[in-house]
């Protein structure tokens, strides 16, 4: 599903335009990174919640090369599902 399937398909669900319901999932993803930065959890009830993963500085190695690399440490958004939504694509 891409990101018009995506709209139409919210728009539909919630009886408004196509605009609006653009507007409404911009907000939520914005919503979404604004908490991350602030390292909060975002959770919903039923489906899961987003939180920030600290990854470790490592010493990595390039593929091609052979060569050592350092990789710096960063920050990544990890999504755990909860077990409703688990059990929903599972077929439970």
Known sequence: ????????????EAGCSNTQAEQI???????????????????????????????????GRNPQTGETIKIAASKALRFSPAAALKAALNGK
């Open 1 to 12: 599903m891409n990101k018009s399937e995506l709209v139409s398909a919210v728009a539909e």
């Open 25 to 59: 999932i911009g907000a939520l993803f914005s919503s979404i990174v604004t908490a991350a930065q602030s390292d909060d959890k975002v959770a919903w009830p039923g489906f899961g919640s987003f939180s920030i993963s600290q990854r470790a500085a490592r010493t």
